[in-house]
């Protein structure tokens, strides 16, 4: 990695090349499954792009001012094809970007292939084990010249932890972090208070481009792409029990309804409860509507929703899936101790017989049906989400004056942008106030429109 | 009629000449006296006929030697292939089944290493790669081949000339001459 003949012709500088090279030679430019997929995955990359209409916005606006110039972002990330999109535009901003991803089975291996062959250091493969997981992390603390990261885009939490308790001398030249997902979050609120956390962040799950729309929209396609890929079964005209009225069981109800289904709702909460009565849909609780149902959907973040007593009342192959929180809404145990038969259909579909002689089909073994039976969220809903990461990035390493350690939020004004950057796409006309309306309302002409506690 | 003939340069064998039976009406002709016929001038004539029938037996058990000797060493050579496919096909199975989170690619080289509770498990990282931080026992490299079976890594430079010069023969199409009659075309140049 030394280019010797460079170094020959000057002064050579023995000291540091030993320095350089015991501390670096063995450092890989980048390591994936198969370097050959990358054509694959650019190809794939150049589709996502397409549907990433936020990120794209970004190039388009900060890519000529370069606003990341100087930041070294190390990224603990799914290694996507959306993620392949937010790592080039960090790129196209200034940034010098280093990858793993956070999850030892979600690398798409295509994808991670493009990005290294585009010479971005990556680290990650479908298949890791624990071990080279912590490896790939590892890999991406120190940039090609010895210089350590200074920024932290991470999802769940690995990362940052990893440079807390293995890497604290590193802590001082970090910047910021923007952390993607609720188990980070939870991760660096925990911190915060016991004092352990050195580093500014800012989450970006609970921007309102981030959660509401990718529980909401995200959902709303991807359970009865999950529902279809398992059992092709015919929605229209079935008896649909969604457990939970958040925005998760908004988005599997409205769906549901879409496709034909007669819908009931579950709900532990009367606002959530009252919403969906108002809406039209019969509210009841699983002991009632388990003996109605044909297709039984979980969203509620909570434990034990369907139990056995549900399964025995339930009609002869009703399906049932979650798609809320893990896998402990559907007590997919009862029926492994309890049932006559278990029968696998295909991967990540089972047929039980009851006792009563009855079915039930369970689908991902009660975990995210989503995830198990579909592709999980589509690009363009990522791209909010990503879109998010990529201000938060900007706005930690820019003002980071502005923030002393804590953990943040995304300033309400920089959520409208995340929005806003989408719209072009879409074709959206928006409406601009005029001085005398914005005065009307006491608005800034140009936003934020609403106060922070706004529910949407 | 048979005579037991001692040879004189080996007097401690003997060896037995037949000779043709004789007839004192051959062709239906009687013959004036069988004794003038059929006695033999040469002593040696004899010594001549059992030499030429030791020789040949020498000779013919040679040469079944040598046969036999070619065929045995076949049979030991069929053997020891076969000993070694068995061998080959145990070894490519277990490291088939050996533990592993990729799906492994042919073409690619994969590293085996042991866990402390015994598990052996592939890794696509090679001990150098890890550097100090290998947390593992490293037992060995293989190269997955097209037809799924495990080179060892050190052998692989061995088998990719092998494969090399079989794919090259596959290519040029007309290497081998129509079978119309025997040739030792390549044995002789």
């Known amino acids: 990695m030394l280019d010797l003949k460079v170094h020959m012709r000057g002064e050579v500088n023995w000291s540091h090349l030993k320095l350089l090279n015991a501390n670096m030679s063995e450092k890989l430019p980048f390591k994936v499954a198969d370097i050959s997929l990358a054509d694959w995955g650019r190809k794939a990359i150049t589709i996502a792009e397409n549907e990433m209409p936020g990120l794209m916005k970004m190039r388009e606006l900060n890519g000529p001012t370069k606003p990341l110039k100087g930041a070294r972002i190390a ?99 970090i910047k910021g972090i923007s952390e993607e997902t609720t188990t980070g979050v939870h991760n660096l609120y925990k911190m915060l208070k016991s004092g352990e956390l050195k580093v500014p962040a800012i989450n970006v799950n609970d921007s309102v481009t981030k959660s509401k729309f990718d529980n909401l929209y995200g959902c709303r396609e991807s359970l009865i792409d999950g529902i279809k890929r398992a059992t092709d079964v015919m929605i229209a005209g079935k008896v649909a029990v969604v457990a939970g009225y958040g925005d998760v069981g908004k ?206 | ?78 053997q020891e292939q076969a000993r070694k496919v068995l061998e080959d096909a145990k070894n490519d199975a277990d490291l088939h089944h050996a533990a592993c989170n990729v799906v492994k690619k042919p073409g690619n080289i994969y590293y085996l290493y042991l866990r402390e509770s015994g598990q052996r498990y592939f890794s696509i990282l090679s001990p150098k790669e890890w550097g100090s931080s290998c947390p593992h026992k490293f037992l060995g490299g293989y190269k997955l081949q097209y037809d799924m079976s495990w080179t060892p890594l050190d052998e692989v430079e061995k088998r990719d000339s092998e494969i090399h010069i079989m794919e090259k023969l596959l290519n040029q199409q007309t290497a081998l001459p129509p079978p119309t009659e025997p040739n030792f075309e390549g044995l002789l140049k």
């Open chain 1, 251 to 456: 988005g599997c109800v409205q769906a549901l309804r879409g496709f034909g289904a007669r819908v009931i709702v579950t709900e532990i909460d009367p606002i959530n409860a009252l919403q969906a009565a108002m809406e039209g849909y019969e509210v009841t609780t699983m002991d009632e509507a388990c003996k109605e149902g044909n297709i039984f959907v979980t969203t509620t973040g909570c434990e034990d929703i369907i139990m056995g007593r549900h399964f025995e009342n339930m009609k002869d192959d009703a399906i049932v899936c979650n798609i809320g929180h893990f896998d402990c809404e559907i007590d997919v145990k009862w029926l492994n101790d309890n049932a006559a038969e278990k029968v696998n259909i295909k991967p990540q579909v089972d047929r039980y017989r009851l006792k009563n002689g009855r079915h039930i089909i369970v689908l991902a073994e009660g975990r995210l049906v989503n995830l198990g039976c579909a592709m999980g969220h589509p690009s363009f809903v990522m791209s909010n989400s990503f879109t998010n990461q990529v201000l938060a990035q900007i706005e930690l390493w820019t003002n980071t004056s502005k923030y002393p350690l804590g953990v943040y939020f995304l300033p309400k004004k920089l959520d409208e942008e995340v929005a806003a950057a989408h719209l072009d796409k879409l074709g959206v006309k928006l409406t601009k106030l005029t001085d005398k309306q914005a005065k009307y309302l006491g608005l800034p002409r140009e936003g934020p429109f609403k106060p922070d506690h706004y529910r949407y």
């Open chain 1, 75 to 173: 990224g603990c990330l799914h290694m996507t094809l959306q993620t392949a999109v937010l790592i080039e535009t960090l790129q196209a901003l200034g940034a010098e970007v280093q990858w793993s991803s956070c999850n030892i089975f979600s690398t798409q291996d295509h994808a991670a292939a493009a990005i290294a062959k585009a010479g971005i250091p990556v680290y990650a493969w479908k298949g890791e084990t624990d071990e080279e997981y912590i490896w790939c992390i590892e890999q991406t603390l120190y940039f090609k010249d010895g210089q350590p990261l200074n920024m932290i885009l991470d999802d769940g939490g690995d990362l940052t932890n990893l440079v807390h308790q293995k890497y604290p001398k590193l802590l001082a030249g």
């Open chain 2, 1 to 78: 009629m048979d005579s037991t003939v001692s040879l004189p340069d080996q007097p401690t064998r003997s060896t037995t000449v037949t000779l043709v039976e004789s007839s004192s009406n051959p062709s239906g002709v009687q013959l004036v006296s069988t004794y003038q016929t059929h006695r033999a001038g040469d002593p040696m004539d004899l010594v001549m006929l059992a030499q030429q029938v030791q020789k040949g037996d020498e000779f013919v058990r040679a040469n079944a030697c040598n046969k036999l000797t070619v065929i045995a060493d076949q049979i030991r050579y069929l």
